[in-house]
């Protein structure tokens, strides 16, 4: 892993180095973010699992192109020198990236087809709403465990806390999530639900929440490809955002 991180964004120079969490960020057009890559367990959060079936030059090149990823966000420790590696940032998002492509039995075979349950049209839905993944250690002006991921437009920066808080059936939802975000769908609830925070109004609104939980609760139930102990952290994944991002909680039992 290298040491010293140096990115653009949007003009916005982020010297990002893999050491010590600095959560200051100083003022001007040069901003600098210090983080480090924390303590995890590919094969308790799932991970590992999919490194047969991600770990290929077709698919690599595939999502590499289909999200318009680009060395300068994904170089200097972050993985685009070793985009196998699953301790680091780039192995974890293909991960995830293939839990979402290939856990329906019948899984989508065209970013059109949105035919079937949320199993089978998360992937498609992400890919279509989804123009550019980045990376960076934390969103620029806030905390380094503030946010996992951020929707700008038809962009989707992934944090730190989205590559190793999270397992890989929470970061398919959250790609998902972001991904509808990217469509049209802001959160519309304040800080109305329990967690005060990211919230959205009742089920009805179908926005960002909704989308989470139905996808991760249709991989729980039906997800191929996978194992009993993934399906289950996509469950209490679907779980927690059910009973907390909703200001009227929509009254499931998952």
Not at 32 to 54: E, I, K, M
Not at 133 to 143: D, E, N
Not at 179 to 196: A, Q
Request: hydrophobic fraction near 35%; include cysteine; charge should be neutral.
């Amino acid at each position: 892993m290298k040491n010293n991180l140096k990115k653009t964004r949007n003009g916005l120079i982020c010297f990002l180095i893999f050491l010590v969490w600095v959560p200051s960020v100083s003022a001007g057009s040069s901003n600098t973010q210090n983080c480090t890559v924390p303590a995890h367990d590919n094969v308790a959060d799932g991970t590992s699992f999919y490194l047969n079936g991600f770990c290929n030059q077709e698919r690599v090149n595939h999502w590499w192109a289909v999200f318009n990823m680009r060395k300068e966000d994904w170089d200097n420790g972050f993985g685009y020198e070793d985009p196998c590696n699953l301790d680091l940032p780039l192995g974890r998002t293909f991960a995830a990236l293939y839990l979402l492509s290939y856990s329906a039995e019948d899984y989508a075979t065209a970013p059109s087809d949105f035919s079937g349950n949320a199993l089978r049209w998360a992937y498609p839905y992400t890919a279509t709403n989804v123009k550019k993944l980045q990376s960076l250690c934390f969103k620029p002006g806030s905390g380094p465990d503030d946010w996992n991921a951020w929707a700008y437009g038809d962009r989707i920066e992934l944090y730190i806390p989205y590559f190793y808080n999270l397992d890989v059936a929470s970061r398919a939802g959250t790609l998902l999530h972001e991904s509808r975000h990217n469509g049209g769908k802001s959160h519309n609830g304040g800080t109305g639900c329990p967690r005060e925070a990211s919230c959205d109004t009742d089920w009805a609104y179908q926005g960002a929440n909704m989308y989470q939980v139905l996808y991760l609760w249709w991989f729980g139930v039906d997800g191929t490809r996978t194992t009993t102990a993934i399906k289950n952290m996509g469950l209490n994944r679907a779980r927690a955002v059910h009973n907390s991002g909703f200001n009227t909680n929509p009254g499931f039992s998952i």
